[in-house]
Nanobody
Framework: QVQLIESGGGLVQAGGSLRLSCAAS????????VGWFRQAPGKERVFVAA????????AYADSVKGRFTISRDNAKNTVYLQMNSLEPEDTAVYYC??????????????WGQGTQVTVSS
C-alpha cells in the first residue's frame, strides 16, 4: 500500500513557476513509477509526467515538454514537479500517481487527493 500526499499548488500569474511535491508513505515507494496527471474543469484526467524508480527515465506530455521537470528523491520518499513558464491552460487539479506497471498506459495503482493549480492571465 502506498499513500500519496500532494502539496505546492496555488495561484500564479502566467509565466510564473510552481513546484509540486508528492510525499509517499510505504517502504516500497522506490520500486514504483511515480508521476503526475491533471484534470481541468469539465475535462478528463490526463497524463502529465512520469519518472522511473531510479530517476533516470522520464516521460512528459507534449504540452509540458521543455517547461515541466519531474524528479524524485527516494531517500525522502518524495517526487517533485517543477513547473515553469506556466500558462492559463495549465490550470487544473494535479494528481500524483504511482504504479508498478505503466503510467503512460494509465495503469495507476494509487492516487493522491490532488492539489489545485490556477494560472491567471
Amino acid at each position: 500500500q502506498v499513500q500519496l500526499i500532494e502539496s505546492g499548488g496555488g495561484l500564479v500569474q502566467a509565466g510564473g513557476s510552481l513546484r509540486l511535491s508528492c510525499a509517499a508513505s510505504g517502504r516500497t515507494f522506490s520500486r514504483y513509477v511515480v508521476g503526475w496527471f491533471r484534470q481541468a474543469p469539465g475535462k478528463e484526467r490526463v497524463f502529465v509526467a512520469a519518472i522511473g524508480w531510479s530517476g533516470l527515465s522520464t516521460a512528459y506530455a507534449d504540452s509540458v515538454k521543455g517547461r515541466f521537470t519531474i524528479s524524485r528523491d527516494n531517500a525522502k520518499n518524495t517526487v517533485y514537479l517543477q513547473m515553469n513558464s506556466l500558462e492559463p491552460e495549465d490550470t487544473a487539479v494535479y494528481y500524483c500517481a504511482s504504479s508498478m506497471r505503466s503510467l503512460l498506459r494509465y495503469e495507476v495503482d494509487f492516487w493522491g487527493q490532488g492539489t489545485q493549480v490556477t494560472v491567471s492571465s
